[in-house]
Every structure is written in structure tokens, then in C-alpha cells.
């Protein structure tokens, strides 16, 4: 079965047939494969596949929206009446939701009209049935035994493994009754192992993620074994770990994916929705300094192949840099369509969701900060005493007061200018603007993560990408155990 550009354009119809400022269409078809591996056994090798369109509908102040999983006519139609009538009338008009047989749930909220008219190149129709993703099973497998044999081999010390590979290919549809009409195909590779290590009593873990917007074809370049072998020195490694100091200190986070820290700590508050709805410390920072001079952030959705990268995004938007802080200055916010009317500022191409169940909302893509002019081996040798983050865990945000905390899963001591002794049970905190502010170093070895970032907001989960060089923050408050 297919999705034609006449049925797209009879599903617009029917949803603005009794009135509205809009109407879009999302459709979408996907197939991925997840292969594990637990306790040296293939515990699981899964394949799916599935497909739908969510139609929106905005009639002033207020948005309806239903979804279909599958695209015959019938359904398209359908999902189109249920979300005008939502649109029209609040979900009290009895049209709150569609079959379930067909289509999923409705929401409505504040939204605004678009006029803005574009036209992407497209094919002649989205298919419903993808072809499987290449290699073949088998293959998959094999590339999942390797990381696993590679983390075994590091010795006696290592407990446990596990070994998650996944891919997927998904192909996207975007139409709007503005003239909007795009198409693309978007793929995802990802291998993550986790390895335990055990000594004495002591459990320590270390995981190492490679992954990107491309095929399997990544782990010619960037080996199973290479992926593996480094988690399980890392888990080695920490089992002489001790516990970490505590207090206010320097703190040198290292290149690559050290960048969460500004994704969690900067990036959501310049989301437009936080901003638009005053839940942000910088809904009033447009144009004024808020960082030091030497830190320019970057969000960036045309890097190739990198996890948060696409050609357009969810609401057919096409892909952009976006500068947000240049020399320390704030100059611009992430926008969704809804986003960009209701603040009067351009579209930055940040309209995303997470599958055609879900409105889009504005979201980052690949945040990170752009290089500098120190030698990191000259930030660690000029930091006499403080912490040296190699790796960060889970951290979150609260977008309004700007205060975060983060987990450091794998630090180190600075003594003298020297990495010291591994130190467990770090964690970081502060505000947004301070962290910022207190950027006294920025190394020139820029690097992005390597393909493991998965955001989560507002119950949505989109992959996204950070990247950095080493810098060092001045003063940051560390939380540790030691005495």
C-alpha cells in the first residue's frame, strides 16, 4: 500500500472542510532490528515495523489532532474529521477520539496559523512496506558476539556483559495546507555494551556507545571490539576508584559528550515553548551577554550522518545551524512553527516528535560548543587541584531557575596539574548561568559525542547529539562522599 500525494491532498481537504487557520499531515513508516546479548547468550533478536499519519488542525487559539496507525483512506479521513471537530469545538464535542481500531488519541492546546509556503522535492508516493535493512540477520548477530567475546577477553575481573545493537530506517511524509510538501529517509545505527566488573566485594560498570544517523556499515569504521574493550577497561579502572571530594572546585570536563552538560544546563531554556511560556531564565536575555566571550553554542542539524541530524524537520522545516550564544551574547532561540509565530522570530527548523502519535515541539538537535584557542594538556597542567569529568550520566534541568545536577560516571582528581585517582559517586551542580559564566578555558580539540544521545521531554524521546572541546568551568559545586 502507498500514500499518493492525492490522497494527502483529500485528507487537507476534509480536515479544514468545515473551517480553520491550518492543517498539516505527518506520515511515517519504519522498520528496526535490536539484537542482545546477556550472560555470553543471544537473549533477543527482534525486527518491527510500522506506520501511521497524525493530522493537526489549528483553528485560532486551539489545536486538534488524531493519528492512524496505517494510511488507508478511510482512516486518513476519519483521523482529518476527528481532529477539525476537536480544532472547532474543545475535546468535550464528543469527537475527542478516534476508533481505536484505526487511530490513537487527540489533544488539543494553544496554537497559532502559519502562512509561510515552501515546496521540498518529493518522490511520487511513501511506501508502506520497507525493504529490510541490510545485512541479514545473521550478520547482526555476529557484529553483537564481537563486542561481547571483546569485553570477556579483558580478564577475570569482568562480571557481566551486555550488548544491545539496533538499527532502523524510517521514512517520513510532511504536508500542510500552506504548501508545505517534503520527504526523506532517515537511518539510525547504534551498539551499546555494559560491563560489570567485580573485585573484592566492589561492582563498578563502564559502558561505551558508538553510534550515528547511518547503517551497520558504521562498525567497519569503528569496530565492535574497539566499543567493547574500552567499556570493560573503564570498569577495571573504577574498581579503584575512590569516593569523591566534595565542595566548591575547579571542574575540566573533557571533549565530545561531555556537551550534555549544556544540553541539560543551557540548551532546554532556549526551547521556545519554555521561552514562550516564561519558564526559562533567558525569556528575557535576547541580545545581552550571558556567558564569557570565548563560548559560542551551536545547534546544528546538518552535520552529516550524526544522531540528531535530518533534511527537514518533523513539520517539513528544513535543516539549520542555528548560532544561540556568539562571544558570550545570546542571539537567537530553537523554534517549532508554533513557536516562531508566537515569539515573532524565524523558523530554526526545531519542530520534532517522536513518532506520528505526538505533536512536534521544539527540541534540540546537535547542541555543542564551538573550539578554542587553549591546549587541553595546558587547561589540565594550569588547574592545580579539582575534578576531571571524562564521563557524564543522567542530569536534569529545571528550565525556570536554571538549577541542574548531573552524575559523573566516570571522573578523576586533579593533583597538581595531574590526573589523579579515579573518584566515584560525583555529582555536579549549579545554574545555568553560572556555568557559563565561569568557562575560563576552552580547549581546541573539538570532538561530538559518538552517537549515543536520546532526549527525553514532555513524555517524547528524539535522538539527539552534543559535542564539545575540553573546558574548564572555574567553579563548580561538586557533591562526593569523601571526608
Not at 536534569?396 to 573518584?423: C, H
Request: aromatic share 4%; with cysteine; charged share 25%.
Amino acid at each position: 500500500m502507498t500514500l499518493d500525494r492525492g490522497l494527502i491532498e483529500r485528507a487537507l481537504r476534509e480536515a479544514l472542510a468545515t473551517g480553520g487557520d491550518f492543517a498539516d499531515l505527518y506520515a511515517e513508516a519504519t522498520w528496526s532490528s535490536n539484537v542482545s546479548i546477556e550472560d555470553d547468550r543471544v537473549d533477543r533478536v527482534q525486527y518491527g515495523q510500522s506506520r501511521g499519519v497524525g493530522i493537526r488542525v489549528v483553528a485560532g487559539d486551539v489545536t486538534g489532532y488524531a493519528y492512524a496507525d496505517g494510511w488507508d483512506e478511510e482512516a486518513l479521513l476519519r483521523a482529518a474529521r476527528s481532529a477539525r471537530a476537536v480544532a472547532r469545538h474543545g475535546p468535550a464535542s464528543g469527537a475527542a477520539r478516534v476508533d481505536a481500531s484505526r487511530a490513537g488519541a487527540i489533544s488539543a492546546g494553544a496554537h497559532g496559523a502559519h502562512v509561510a509556503h515552501r515546496e521540498h522535492p518529493l518522490g511520487a508516493h511513501l511506501e508502506a512496506d520497507l525493504p529490510p535493512v541490510q545485512p541479514a540477520p545473521a550478520t547482526r548477530v555476529e557484529l553483537a558476539r564481537r563486542a561481547n567475546g571483546a569485553a570477556r577477553a579483558a580478564g577475570g575481573l569482568v562480571r557481566q556483559v551486555q550488548v544491545r545493537l539496533s538499527d532502523a530506517v524510517q521514512r517520513i511524509v510532511v504536508a500542510s495546507s500552506d504548501g508545505v510538501y517534503a520527504e526523506d529517509e532517515r537511518r539510525v545505527a547504534q551498539l551499546a555494551v555494559a560491563v560489570t566488573a567485580a573485585r573484592d566485594g566492589t561492582l563498578q560498570i563502564g559502558r561505551r556507545v558508538r553510534g550515528g544517523g547511518t547503517t551497520l556499515d558504521l562498525f567497519e569504521r569503528h569496530r565492535p571490539e574497539d566499543v567493547a574493550s574500552e567499556a570493560a577497561e573503564v570498569a577495571i579502572r573504577m574498581l579503584d576508584a575512590r569516593p569523591a571530594p566534595a565542595g566548591p572546585m575547579p571542574v575540566i570536563v573533557a571533549n565530545g559528550w561531555g556537551g550534555v552538560l549544556f544540553h541539560e544546563a543551557v540548551g532546554h531554556g532556549l526551547e521556545a515553548d519554555h521561552v514562550e511560556k516564561r519558564s526559562s531564565v533567558y525569556a528575557d536575555k535576547l541580545g545581552q551577554p550571558v556567558a564569557e566571550p570565548t563560548v559560542t553554542l551551536i545547534d546544528d542539524a546538518t552535520i552529516p550522518d550524526h544522531r540528531g541530524s535530518f533534511r527537514f524537520d518533523d513539520e517539513g522545516v528544513p535543516a539549520q545551524q542555528t548560532a544561540l550564544v556568539v562571544d558570550g551574547v545570546l542571539v537567537a532561540f530553537l523554534t517549532d512553527r508554533k513557536g516562531a509565530r508566537l515569539l515573532g522570530l524565524p523558523e530554526s527548523g526545531n519542530g520534532r516528535r517522536q513518532s506520528f502519535q505526538y505533536l512536534p515541539i521544539p527540541r534540540m538537535t546537535n547542541l555543542y560548543i564551538k573550539p578554542g584557542p587553549a591546549d587541553p594538556a595546558a587547561i589540565l597542567a594550569d588547574t592545580p587541584r579539582g575534578l576531571y569529568v571524562a564521563s557524564l550520566g543522567g542530569g536534569q534541568v529545571d528550565t525556570t531557575s536554571g538549577q541542574f545536577v548531573f552524575s559523573v560516571t566516570e571522573g578523576y582528581s586533579i593533583e597538581n596539574g595531574r590526573l589523579g585517582a579515579p573518584v566515584r559517586g560525583a555529582t555536579l551542580a549549579g545554574d545555568s548561568f553560572s556555568v557559563l559564566r565561569r568557562i575560563d578555558a576552552v580547549g581546541n580539540d573539538f570532538a561530538l559525542d559518538p552517537g549515543l544521545g536520546t532526549c527525553g521531554k514532555l513524555g517524547q524521546r528524539v535522538a539527539v547529539g552534543v559535542g564539545q572541546p575540553t573546558l574548564r568551568v572555574s567553579e563548580m559545586t561538586v557533591g562526593g562522599t569523601a571526608t
